[in-house]
C-alpha cells in the first residue's frame, strides 16, 4: 500500500509553516498540579543570561542538572544524556518515562522558570521554519504574556497551564511575566522528532478519517477531501489510507471513510458532507454506507443509504472587497531581506497594497485569471488616485467597488466582521492604504496560475520578489477543474520559476491546504 501521502501531508503540515505553534496530545494527561508541587523543592540555576531577567532553569534529562544549555556551549563533543533528578522529581521523570509519547527518545527536557515580573527579550531559537523545533509545556501557574513578532506589530500566543504543544521558535518571540508568582514550562527536545510527527498529528484528531483505495489507481482526491475541516477548507486531518472499507471498521470504532472514487465536493440534503457528518457523529446513530463514503458507527454496523449529489465545475466569479488572507507575517531568522523589487497577488481585495506596506514596496502585479477582475482592480484604483475624493475611511472603498462589480457582472464579496481575516486588514492606516494607492507602480496580467506559471518569469527573474499565492492551489473547488496531479505538476512548476529570483518570500497555501510561509534563495 502506498503511504506516501502520509509523509507528504506530514511534512507540510509541519515544514515552511504559517504557524508558531500546535497543540498535541500525549498519551496521559499533564498532572498539573503533581508537578508544580515537586518543582517547588527543586534547585535553579541560571539561564540565558544575554536573553533576558529572571530566566532561570534545571535539566530533566541531559548532561546534568545544572547544565541546562546545548552540550557544545560547554565545550562537549560526544555527550552523553541521562536522567538528572530521579531523586528530587520522581513523579515527572516517571512520567516522561511512561507516559508522554511513549517512542520520544530524548535528548534534553529542561524545567523552566521566569521570575516575578521577569522577561525573556525577542529572539530566535532555531534557523529553520519548522513546527518540530521544540516541544512545549505551559505549566503556569499564571499564564504569561507569549507575544510571536511580525511584521506590523505583534501577536500573543494563546496558553494555559497544561497546553502541551509543537512549537516554531524559529519565529521571533518575547515573554512576559506579569504575575507575582514564578511562571514555569518545560521544553522537550528530542533525536526521533521527525520519525513521530505523524503521532504527534494523529493525537489532535476527534474522530479517524480515511480513504479506503477500494481498487482505485488514483486516490489523490480522495486523500485530498478528507484532510478538511467541516466546511472542507484548510488542512487539519492526516488521514489513514486502506485497502477495503472492511479494514476501517475492523480498525476503528466510529469515523468517516471515503472510497478512492471520491473525487468532488458532495452535499446530502443541500449540506456540505462533512458538515452533515459532524451533526451525525454527535449522537449514536445508525451507520450510513453508499458508494463513495461510509459515516461507520460500531455500535449501530446495520448501514442504511442515504442520497447524495456531487458538485458539477463551478466557475468562480466574486471579486473580493478587502484581503481575506491571513497577512500577518512573522519575523524569522530570514527577515533580514527586507529589500524587495515587486509585490506579486491575485487582483481582487486589498492584498497587494497590505503586502506594498509590510515590505515597503510600491511595484505591484495584480494577477487573474478572469480580465474582469484585473479591470475592477484598476478601475477603483483609478478613481481614488484621480479623483479629488478625500478618503479618510472605507465607506467609498466599498460603494464604488459594489458599483464596479455591477458593471462587470461579478458577485461582490464584502465580509465585514469579528471572524474573518478582514479584521487583520483594518490595523493598517487608512492614510498609509490610501498614500501607497496614490503612489504604487501597478501593473496587470491575465493569467491562470496553475496552467501557466511560467508566465511569471519576466517579472520575477533576478528580482527581489513576495509573492502571495492565496488559496488558488488549495481552493476547495480546485479538484472540480484540476485532477491532484496537475496542481502538483503546477506548484512545483512555480517553485522552479521562483527559484530564479534573486530571492522570493512565498505567502500561500500548498495542494494540501496548508498555509504556507516559503524563503526561496534568502541571504
Request: hydrophobic share 30%; net charge neutral.
Amino acid at each position: 500500500m502506498d503511504n506516501s501521502f502520509i509523509k507528504d501531508i506530514s511534512d507540510s503540515l509541519t515544514t515552511n509553516v504559517h504557524c508558531s505553534s500546535l497543540t498535541i496530545y500525549p498519551n496521559k494527561e499533564i498532572p498539573l498540579e503533581m508537578f508544580l508541587k515537586e518543582i517547588e523543592s527543586l534547585d535553579f540555576y541560571k539561564h540565558g543570561d544575554d536573553r533576558g531577567e529572571g530566566w532561570s532553569a534545571v535539566t530533566l534529562y541531559g548532561l546534568s542538572e545544572e547544565k541546562t544549555d546545548h552540550h557544545t556551549k560547554y565545550g562537549i563533543e560526544n555527550p552523553t544524556f541521562d536522567w538528572c533528578l530521579e531523586d528530587k522529581a520522581p513523579i515527572i521523570t516517571n512520567y516522561f518515562k511512561n507516559n508522554f509519547f511513549k517512542n520520544l527518545k530524548y535528548k534534553r527536557i529542561r524545567i523552566m522558570r521566569l521570575d516575578p515580573y521577569g522577561v525573556i527579550r525577542p529572539h530566535s531559537d532555531n534557523e529553520k521554519n519548522s513546527l518540530l523545533n521544540a516541544i512545549n509545556i505551559e505549566l503556569g501557574p499564571k499564564t504569561p504574556q507569549w507575544t510571536i513578532l511580525t511584521q506590523l506589530g505583534q501577536q500573543n500566543l494563546e496558553l494555559w497551564p497544561g497546553r502541551v504543544y509543537l512549537f516554531n521558535n524559529y519565529f521571533y518571540h518575547v515573554l512576559y511575566n506579569h504575575s507575582n508568582e514564578y511562571r514555569y514550562q518545560i521544553i522537550v527536545h528530542a533525536e526521533n522528532v521527525n520519525q513521530l510527527k505523524e503521532e504527534f498529528l494523529r493525537s489532535r484528531e476527534n474522530y479517524p478519517k480515511g480513504v479506503y483505495i477500494d481498487n482505485q489507481k488514483n486516490i489523490d482526491s480522495a486523500v485530498w477531501f478528507s484532510t478538511g475541516r467541516s466546511k472542507g477548507s484548510a488542512c487539519v486531518n492526516l488521514p489513514y489510507i486502506e485497502n477495503t472499507l472492511e479494514d476501517f471498521k475492523n480498525k476503528f470504532d466510529k469515523g468517516l471513510f471515503l472510497s478512492g472514487k471520491f473525487s468532488k465536493k458532495v452535499k446530502i440534503k443541500g449540506e456540505l458532507m462533512l458538515d452533515y457528518f459532524e451533526r451525525w457523529n454527535k449522537g449514536n446513530n445508525q451507520t450510513i454506507e453508499t458508494d463513495l463514503f461510509c459515516f461507520w458507527n460500531k455500535q449501530k454496523p446495520e448501514p442504511t443509504t442515504i442520497n447524495y449529489y456531487e458538485s458539477g465545475k463551478k466557475e468562480n466569479i466574486g471579486y473580493w472587497t478587502y484581503t481575506t488572507d491571513a497577512l500577518v507575517e512573522y519575523v524569522g531568522k530570514n527577515s533580514n531581506n527586507v529589500d524587495f523589487d515587486i509585490i506579486i497577488g491575485p487582483s481582487t481585495g486589498t492584498n497587494l497594497e497590505h503586502l506594498a506596506i509590510t515590505f515597503n514596496c510600491d511595484k505591484m502585479l495584480g494577477f487573474n485569471y478572469n480580465e474582469e477582475s484585473n479591470c475592477i482592480h484598476k478601475e477603483l484604483r483609478d478613481y481614488f488616485r484621480f479623483s479629488n475624493y478625500d478618503f479618510s475611511g472605507y465607506e467609498e472603498w466599498e460603494k464604488r467597488t459594489q458599483l464596479l462589480c455591477e458593471k462587470y457582472w461579478m458577485d461582490c464579496h464584502t465580509t465585514v466582521n469579528a471572524k474573518s481575516p478582514t479584521r487583520r486588514f483594518f490595523l493598517i492606516n487608512p492614510y498609509k492604504f490610501i498614500d501607497k494607492i496614490y503612489n504604487g507602480d501597478y501593473d496587470y496580467l491575465k493569467l491562470d496560475l496553475i496552467k501557466n506559471p511560467e508566465a511569471l518569469l519576466p517579472y520575477v527573474k533576478d528580482k527581489k520578489v513576495v509573492i502571495n499565492t492565496s488559496n488558488i492551489y488549495g481552493y476547495i473547488d480546485m479538484l472540480n477543474n484540476y485532477t491532484l496531479k496537475e496542481l502538483k505538476d503546477s506548484w512545483n512548476r512555480l517553485m522552479e520559476v521562483l527559484k530564479q529570483s534573486e530571492y522570493t518570500y512565498f505567502i500561500g497555501e500548498d495542494i494540501y491546504k496548508v498555509n504556507k510561509r516559503i524563503w526561496i534563495n534568502a541571504l
